[in-house]
């Protein structure tokens, strides 16, 4: 038995900033629900289980995030569970919640994700004092700048490549009212004068810390029917993970990263991605990570990613646009933001995403990492529905 | 065999959490030695209040005051109090239904024995000498001999300086062993040797090793002597000081391969300055007296190494 084509129906997410003190984190996540649902025009009636994400525990606190927040997601008497896969859990959240749809185990699901940073603390949770271990000597940046540095060595990139993402992904944030960081006066000049913090990573080529929580109702080929917009189609989604380390671990560009990109092309019939897919939404949490994600997708070959950069090729209006939102490089409520990914995916394919509304979004791919490049989730959705 | 290592680990941190609304009320209204309760769409009172109806899901924001006196719904005998609890003595954890609410309140109970406490027993609220706007503002309940007590006033006339935040203290103890793999390296490196383990399928050299390849799924036990010289395979530049580190910036963190390892381990170079830190640069480790670990790596002086010996191990 074929599975049933799965819909996105309502996108709704908070204006993300960098604190929300004038909610709970309940209000926080009723707000981008009850956004989802009223763009679905539908009620807390007419969902019929949620699966909800979060940041890994020890970053804010909140251990069990299906029980506190049930009433505030209308699923008291429904199925309700959570997702954990680091980074990556608002992309894998959102997988799990549209399998239940292809599987025909529920007609209509909301899915979820959040994070208050302000009221978190990633960097303690990530830094906890195991006894008898080495003390990690830099932070998030210093463990992902090595691999930048690997990058650049291994594939020749001009060391100005990092700007342009960091200048062109706040340019689009310029356009979307969701983003957190809206840079008005932001230039090239400025980008490259800001500090280094891990060199080759520059202060403006990190994400910022954002209060924020993202929201989808996912629904089958009866529920796509009632819609009052356009739905977004599910053409093919996957995860993969591998471990942190390991000997023969390519952490410039995981295997686990690209076995997940095959498996979501098989799925949706892509055979070259470039030429196939219409633009791309990914997890860039410090600017270098497009064009290694570039490479690591499919999208150009080992070494060439940083070209596609540096010729606008990923500009808003480019002939690949990347991080049409303004990416995680200005919005990044942890636990939400692969979520954020995977909605501006299907905004763009419902050709709802307004001001950074790319022109041909006929088939967009969503993407999310996390960990320490350790698990990956992708889909790809489409303005049409699968072929059968 | 070496002993396998053991040592507590407490993870503690005090998160913050804006309260919204009804929980700001809530909370406010004990500072004001005021019990508020939500009304909800079928008519009953919730106490503790809730932001969203719990049967429709709609938003309820229909505070009412209820009394300070109730009616124990059910209790468990707690023998031994740990820290952090209301109450340092023996007490009851009891299910309080305060007058004028239909659900009960989680609380402690002040009675000399679990003889002394039974289910619909008549109790009042001992209120917090210092009260802050929090639920610990309520002492702990007691015995209370008489009805209702009348309820404690107009939610409407709360104070404007409400209680907007709170900070909860989260704390868990654990004990815990890095294990007999990580033990054996752990005892080695006492004697300034770095000694990590095999796998017996891909060969690969493990270093911490972690007793098990995560590659083959497969038990490591073969242990190899590696380094103690190695290569820097790649490095960033710290330039923001980290709270908890007494380490002068800039300072380079590196990724370093020990001679014959499988993977690179993570250390910190000195003896050159900054800016001259390479990629290919041959290191060796510094140790410090009583040390568990080297200090930092330092350059040997040969020749660095070619980019194809080291590039797998990126």
Redesign the interface.
């Known amino acids: 038995m074929s599975k049933e084509p799965v819909a996105v129906v309502g996108i709704g997410q908070t204006k993300h900033v960098a604190a929300?003190?004038?909610?709970?984190?309940?209000?926080l996540v009723?707000e981008a629900a009850r956004r989802a649902l009223d763009d679905a025009e539908l009620t807390?009636a007419d969902v019929d289980a949620v699966v909800i994400g979060k940041a890994p525990d020890?970053f804010?606190?909140v251990m069990m995030p299906e029980l506190y927040l049930a009433?505030?997601?209308?699923a008291?008497g429904k199925p309700m569970l959570r997702v954990h896969t680091a980074g990556s859990v608002g992309g894998s959240t959102a997988l799990v919640a549209a399998n239940l749809v292809a599987a025909r185990v529920h007609g209509t699901v909301l899915t979820l994700a959040f994070e208050?940073q302000?009221?978190?603390?990633a960097m303690?949770g990530l830094?906890?004092?195991?006894?008898?271990?080495?003390?990690l000597?830099?932070?998030a940046?210093?463990f992902f700048?090595?691999?930048?540095?690997?990058y650049m060595?291994?594939s020749g990139a001009p060391d100005t490549v990092g700007s342009l993402v960091a200048y062109k992904d706040r340019r689009n944030a310029l356009k979307n009212p969701y983003a957190h960081l809206h840079e008005h006066d932001i230039t090239l000049e400025k980008v490259q004068a800001s500090?280094?913090?891990?060199?080759?990573?520059r202060y403006s080529e990190t994400c910022p810390s954002s209060d924020g929580a993202c929201a989808m109702v996912l629904t089958d080929r009866a529920g796509a029917a009632r819609a009052p917009r356009p739905p977004a189609w599910v053409l093919g989604g996957a995860m993969r993970s591998e471990?942190t380390?390991?000997?023969?671990?390519?952490?410039?560009s995981p295997q686990a990263g690209k076995d997940c990109a095959a498996d979501v092309y098989r799925q949706a019939g892509v055979t070259d991605p470039r030429r196939d897919i219409d633009a791309v939404e990914m997890y860039v949490p410090f600017s270098w990570y497009e064009p290694m994600w570039l490479e690591n997708l499919g999208f150009a070959d080992e070494g060439e990613g940083w070209k596609l950069t540096e010729a606008g090729v990923t500009e808003l209006d480019g002939d690949l646009p990347v991080n049409m939102s303004g990416g995680v490089l200005s919005t990044n409520p942890i636990g939400a933001s692969g979520m954020i990914r995977f909605a501006e995916a299907a905004l763009q394919v419902r050709g709802q995403a307004g001001e950074h509304q790319v022109e041909r979004a006929g088939k967009v791919l969503g993407h999310a990492y996390g960990g320490g490049s350790q698990f990956f989730s992708m889909w790809l959705v489409g303005a049409r529905p699968p072929m059968s | 065999m070496p002993e396998v290592l053991k040592a507590p680990l407490v993870v503690e941190f005090p998160f913050t959490r804006s309260l919204g609304p009804v929980q700001s009320a809530f909370l406010t209204g004990l500072r004001e030695r005021v019990v508020l309760g939500v009304r909800a769409a079928d008519g009953r009172t919730l106490v503790p209040p809730v932001e969203y109806d719990p049967v429709t899901a709609e938003e309820i924001r229909d505070l009412v005051p209820v009394a300070s006196t109730g009616t124990v719904t059910t209790w468990a005998w707690n023998h031994a109090p740990r820290r952090g609890q209301p109450l340092a003595t023996p007490f009851a954890w009891v299910l309080v239904r305060l007058d004028g609410a239909d659900t009960a309140l989680l609380h402690a109970l002040d009675v000399p024995g679990p003889d002394a406490v039974r289910t619909g027993m008549r109790v009042r609220i001992r209120w917090a000498a210092e009260r802050v706007g929090a639920i610990t503002d309520i002492a702990c309940f007691e015995a209370h001999a008489g009805g209702a007590a009348p309820d404690g006033g107009d939610p409407d006339a709360l104070p404007d300086d409400r209680v907007t935040g709170i900070v909860a203290p989260a704390r868990l103890d654990y004990t815990y062993s890095p294990g007999r793999a990580q033990s054996a390296y752990i005892a080695a490196l006492s004697t300034r040797r770095t000694v990590g383990e095999r796998c017996p399928t891909c060969r690969k050299v493990y270093v911490p090793p972690r007793g098990a390849c995560p590659t083959c799924g497969v038990p490591t036990t073969e242990q190899v002597e590696v380094g103690p010289r190695g290569t820097v395979t790649t490095f960033c530049i710290v330039n923001i000081k980290a709270k908890n580190l007494d380490i002068e910036v800039p300072y380079v963190y590196a990724h370093i391969a020990l001679d014959g390892a499988g993977l690179a381990l993570h250390g910190r170079i000195g003896g050159i300055p900054y800016d001259q830190v390479r990629m290919g640069l041959r290191v060796e480790p510094v140790w410090t007296e009583g040390a568990r670990y080297p200090d930092h790596y330092r350059p040997t002086g040969e020749p660095d190494a070619d980019y194809d010996v080291y590039k797998e191990l990126l």
Request: hydrophobic share 40%; proline share 11%; glycine share 12%.
């Open positions: 929300r003190r004038d909610v709970s984190i309940a209000g009723r807390w020890f804010e606190g009433d505030a997601l209308g008291v208050k302000s009221e978190s603390n303690w830094s906890l004092p195991i006894p008898f271990q080495q003390p000597l830099a932070g940046g210093g700048a090595p691999h930048v540095r690997a060595r291994r500090p280094m913090l891990w060199d080759p990573i471990p380390l390991f000997a023969g671990k390519d952490a410039v």
